[in-house]
């Protein structure tokens, strides 16, 4: 496997745990059959960092603001 093989588990497991090819393959816009041949890296796009970092920051985004809504509930009830 080649390294954006690697990258691409990676990203998919944590953005979408176990069962992340299907849900992966929505957000980019490509099949689950596309997303299943770059996983075992067969056509894999050389641009797919550029692909994988907007749906990173944004789920990165979402999960900083539950933190902070989160440790501010906690500070209140402190």
């Known amino acids: 496997m080649g390294e ?16 992340w090819q299907t849900p992966l393959s ?8 596309t997303i299943r041949n770059w996983a075992t890296g067969h056509g894999c796009p050389q641009d797919l960092e550029a692909r994988l970092l907007p749906i ?14 989160l440790e501010n509930k906690s500070d209140r009830n402190s």
Not at 26 to 33: A, I, M, Q, T, Y
Not at 56 to 69: D, P
């Open 4 to 19: 954006n093989a690697d990258i691409l588990r990676i990203a998919g497991e944590a953005l979408y745990g176990r069962q």
């Open 26 to 33: 929505r957000d980019l816009n490509v099949s689950d059959r």
């Open 56 to 69: 990173l920051r944004k789920r990165g985004q979402s999960v900083a603001h539950l933190i902070s809504t």
